[in-house]
């Protein structure tokens, strides 16, 4: 059974930093695309980034140049760095695989719904201004 912990949420400032974390079991980890997405409260989920199985990565326009989405296969572990926050990224954070798909990176970004792939139970980010 696929489980993903996320942890790493956490209020900060404008400008500030967050590292998120997605720990990773169930399942041969470095086989498939994991991604992050959001939803904030009347929102729509969006893909924030994603990284395939070969380490491609993809990015929502309203993060690049902020955020970085790496992994660590030896840990199971899936992060996402997040500089230069802005209020307007304030929302859960949610992370997805994709286990059993064939998916690229830019797939996993557009992925809106929400019974498609698994997903951990959220971890909340606040940037205030």
């Known amino acids: 059974q696929v489980q993903l912990v996320e942890s790493g949420g956490g209020s900060v400032q404008a400008g500030g930093s967050l590292r998120l974390s997605c720990v990773a079991s169930?399942?041969?980890?470095?086989?498939?695309?994991m991604g992050w997405f959001r939803q904030a409260p009347g929102k729509e989920r969006e893909g924030v980034a994603a990284?395939?199985?070969?380490?491609?990565?993809a990015y929502a326009d309203s993060v690049k140049g902020r955020f970085t989405i790496s992994k660590d296969n030896a840990k199971n572990t899936l992060y996402l760095e997040m500089n230069s926050l802005k209020p307007e990224d304030t929302a859960m954070y949610y992370c997805?695989?994709?286990?059993?798909?064939?998916?690229?990176?830019?797939?996993?970004?557009?992925?809106?719904?929400?019974?498609?792939?698994?997903r951990g139970q959220g971890t909340q980010v606040t940037v205030s201004s």
């Open positions: 169930g399942y041969t980890y470095s086989n498939y695309c």
């Open positions: 990284i395939d199985s070969d380490g491609t990565t």
């Open positions: 997805a695989a994709y286990v059993g798909l064939v998916m690229t990176a830019i797939q996993a970004l557009g992925v809106t719904r929400a019974d498609f792939g698994s």
